[in-house]
Nanobody, 122 residues
Framework: QVQLVESGGGSVAAGGSLRLSCAAS????????MGWFRRFPEKEREFVAV????????YYTDYVKGRFTISRVKGENTVYLDMNSLKPEDKAVYYC???????????????WGRGTQVTVAS
């Protein structure tokens, strides 16, 4: 049974940093893309970042470029999201996702975590 478990969420002051982690279990995802999405209240999930499994190439939504960094250890089922210079607008529930390709649409991802709350105080 595949499980994705996020950790590292919490509350931080504006300008602060957090590191999110996502550990996947149940099968190997070394060749899969692993990504992060977020959901604001009453909104659809939106793409944040994704990293490819084979080439390790990372993609980001424009809003987080230069502030967030996605990474993974080759051959392991863990993905990280280092979030720096956090803004109150980054407050959301962050979800880990695994899919066959590093794409933007949430509908193309096969597995999801339950999410972790990130709160940024102004």
């Amino acid at each position: 049974q595949v499980q994705l478990v996020e950790s590292g969420g919490g509350s931080v002051a504006a300008g602060g940093s957090l590191r999110l982690s996502c550990a996947a279990s149940g099968r190997s995802f070394s060749h899969y893309a692993m990504g992060w999405f977020r959901r604001f209240p009453e909104k659809e999930r939106e793409f944040v970042a994704v990293i490819g499994g084979d080439n390790g190439k990372a993609y980001y939504t424009d809003y987080v470029k230069g502030r967030f960094t996605i990474s993974r250890v080759k051959g392991e089922n863990t993905v990280y999201l280092d979030m720096n210079s956090l803004k109150p607008e980054d407050k959301a529930v962050y979800y880990c996702a695994v899919g066959r390709r590093p794409v933007l649409p949430a509908s193309l991802y096969d597995y999801w975590g339950r999410g972790t709350q990130v709160t940024v105080a102004s």
